[in-house]
């Protein structure tokens, strides 16, 4: 009686062996196949890059030349050791005439009534002190309802924050 016991036992034993084995298989297959498109995202993500900070930059020479905002130039990229790199870009703004002092430009996604608008702006570390330039990619008739709208609250905030965000800047590519 006890011999049998034991057989049916490790009978049982040996079927949950199996189902564990089966569904260990099953989960590691699942966690591989996560792991696979995680790091295509990440690869496509580190591979858009590049590209995004290009497009950025033109963005913000469209918006030097749709305000006729002549005094600078785009330069190269600014790493931000900041939480606010998420939300804006800075890149170094190269004046046409000699200057002793670094400007940057910034664009910095602004939450208005007509949702994120990207809003251009000039840091000069002379003056301390962000000058808003425009918004990027508006049409006319948005951008002079937004700009009122927005002057007085989102412009003059970012404004007030840019000079933290440039402070937190980190060189690099």
């Given at each position: 009686?006890?011999?049998?016991?034991?057989?049916?036992?490790?009978?049982?034993n040996s079927?949950?062996?199996?189902?564990?084995?089966?569904?260990?298989?099953?989960?590691?297959?699942?966690?591989?196949?996560?792991?696979v498109?995680?790091?295509?995202?990440?690869?496509?993500?580190?591979?858009?890059?590049?590209s995004?900070?290009?497009?950025?930059?033109?963005?913000?020479?469209?918006?030097?030349?749709?305000?006729?905002?002549?005094?600078y130039?785009?330069?190269?990229?600014?790493?931000?050791?900041?939480?606010?790199?998420?939300?804006?870009a800075?890149?170094?703004a190269?004046?046409?005439?000699?200057?002793?002092?670094?400007?940057?430009?910034?664009?910095?996604?602004?939450?208005?009534?007509?949702?994120?608008v990207?809003?251009?702006?000039?840091?000069?570390?002379?003056?301390?002190?962000?000058?808003?330039?425009?918004?990027?990619?508006?049409?006319?008739?948005?951008?002079?309802?937004?700009?009122?709208a927005?002057?007085?609250?989102?412009?003059?905030?970012?404004?007030?924050?840019?000079?933290?965000?440039?402070?937190?800047?980190?060189?690099?590519k």
């Amino acid at each position: 009686m006890l011999n049998q016991e034991f057989e049916d036992y490790s009978q049982v034993n040996s079927e949950k062996k199996t189902f564990y084995k089966n569904m260990s298989i099953k989960a590691g297959i699942f966690c591989g196949i996560l792991a696979v498109f995680f790091a295509i995202l990440v690869a496509f993500s580190l591979l858009g890059r590049k590209s995004w900070r290009v497009g950025l930059s033109n963005e913000i020479e469209k918006v030097f030349e749709e305000k006729s905002y002549s005094e600078y130039s785009v330069g190269e990229y600014v790493k931000l050791n900041s939480i606010m790199s998420v939300n804006c870009a800075v890149f170094k703004a190269l004046p046409f005439t000699k200057k002793d002092f670094d400007s940057y430009a910034v664009i910095i996604r602004t939450p208005t009534l007509y949702g994120p608008v990207a809003a251009v702006y000039v840091y000069e570390t002379k003056r301390s002190e962000a000058t808003f330039i425009g918004f990027a990619r508006i049409n006319e008739r948005i951008d002079g309802s937004i700009r009122n709208a927005a002057l007085n609250s989102q412009v003059r905030y970012w404004a007030g924050k840019i000079p933290e965000i440039i402070a937190k800047k980190k060189e690099g590519k």
